[in-house]
């Protein structure tokens, strides 16, 4: 299963760290898509990273604020969330998938299905 951890809450401007966290499997040969929903909201895709860490993409809504990196030898996918906006505040999940492009639609699940997803994780960006 996939574990996210990081969230928290946060005043706006400031910035966090997500984890997703692989438990009982090697993250290495899985891409990892990072999504949202905020209240009230339809589940949305925010960025996503290739197994080897060569090729990742961003919504629009995150570009030049988040930055998605992994490290497998931890077995662990990190979004890196700055400049924190209060219409950033969501409950974050991760998803991973051995197929790139299944994970490159950004569809979140379970509307699409993926090999694992987590539970989430929640952000509040409030001053």
């Known amino acids: 299963q996939l574990v996210e951890s990081g969230g928290g809450s946060v005043q706006p401007g400031g910035s966090l760290r997500l984890s997703c966290a692989a438990s009982?499997?090697?993250?290495?040969?899985?891409?990892i898509g990072w999504f949202r929903q905020a209240p009230g909201k339809e589940r949305e895709g925010i960025s996503y990273?290739?197994?080897?860490?060569?090729?990742?993409n961003y919504a629009d809504s995150v570009k030049g604020r988040f930055t998605i990196s992994r490290d497998n030898a931890k077995n662990t996918v990190y979004l890196q969330m700055n400049s924190l906006k209060p219409e950033d505040t969501a409950v974050y999940y991760c998803?991973?998938?051995?197929?790139?492009?299944?994970?490159?639609?950004?569809?979140?699940?379970?509307?699409?299905?993926?090999?694992?997803w987590g539970s989430g994780t929640q952000v509040t960006v409030s001053s």
């Open positions: 990273i290739s197994s080897s860490g060569g090729s990742t």
């Open positions: 009982g499997f090697s993250l290495d040969d899985y891409a």
């Open positions: 998803a991973g998938d051995r197929i790139l492009g299944n994970i490159q639609t950004m569809c979140p699940p379970p509307r699409c299905w993926y090999d694992y």
